[in-house]
């Protein structure tokens, strides 16, 4: 019912885990840009869902911008965090300034990341065919970066994930495929 967070070392080290403490925690955590903080979605009981922020070196989760919001995204130059809010999304400044609607987002579209300089949001829409942006979420400036056709469309279901580099040259894409045969039987007469 609850997803858990674990730090795995790339050399020697011991595995160990974020304790939570009661929070159910969603299982969308990002890395801040101090690399030092995970921030992630989590609910405690009673409440409505929102982000948190954990120190990796322990501590508790502390609460990080409104409540009701999840998929947080951090910009690398830690000014801003983008936030899905129901069917769009907001823009919040991490000084404590007032939340925003991003600009440039069309309705169904998808954040996946930060530009690697904190300028841009990769955005795309999860249909068959995908078309990649990078939006501008304070001007609302946007522009297409390529559209993603399936190499293999037969028995494709669902919608499709897309992930994209931090400089925006190289993505990945995954969807279910699901297939079978058919065969036609005939009455044989004799």
């Known amino acids: 019912s609850s997803h858990q967070t674990f730090l795995l070392p790339t050399g020697v080290g011991q595995v160990r885990k974020l304790v939570r403490d009661g929070i159910l925690d969603r299982g969308d955590d990002t890395w801040f840009h101090d690399g030092k903080h995970i921030v992630f979605t989590g609910q405690e009981p009673g409440?409505?869902?929102?982000?948190?922020?954990?120190?990796?070196?322990?501590?508790?989760?502390?609460?990080?911008?409104?409540?009701?919001?999840?998929?947080p995204r951090v910009s690398p130059n830690g000014q801003y965090m983008v936030v899905r809010d129901g069917a769009s999304y907001l823009l919040v400044p991490l000084d404590g300034g007032k939340p925003q609607p991003v600009r440039g987002m069309a309705p169904g579209e998808e954040a996946i990341r930060w530009s690697e300089d904190s300028r841009w949001l990769y955005v795309y829409r999860p249909e068959r065919i995908m078309q990649l942006y990078e939006v501008d979420p304070l001007t609302g400036n946007r522009q297409l970066l390529r559209q993603i056709n399936h190499t293999d469309p037969a028995?494709?279901?669902?919608?499709?994930?897309?992930?994209?580099?931090?400089?925006?040259?190289s993505y990945v894409y995954s969807?279910?495929?699901?297939?079978?045969?058919?065969?036609v039987a005939k009455k044989m007469l004799r």
């Open 175 to 183: 969807f279910a495929q699901r297939l079978s045969d058919l065969y």
């Open 155 to 169: 028995g494709a279901i669902g919608l499709p994930l897309l992930l994209v580099s931090a400089n925006g040259k």
């Open 47 to 71: 409440k409505i869902e929102r982000c948190y922020i954990q120190d990796i070196e322990g501590g508790k989760p502390e609460p990080l911008g409104p409540e009701g919001v999840n998929r």
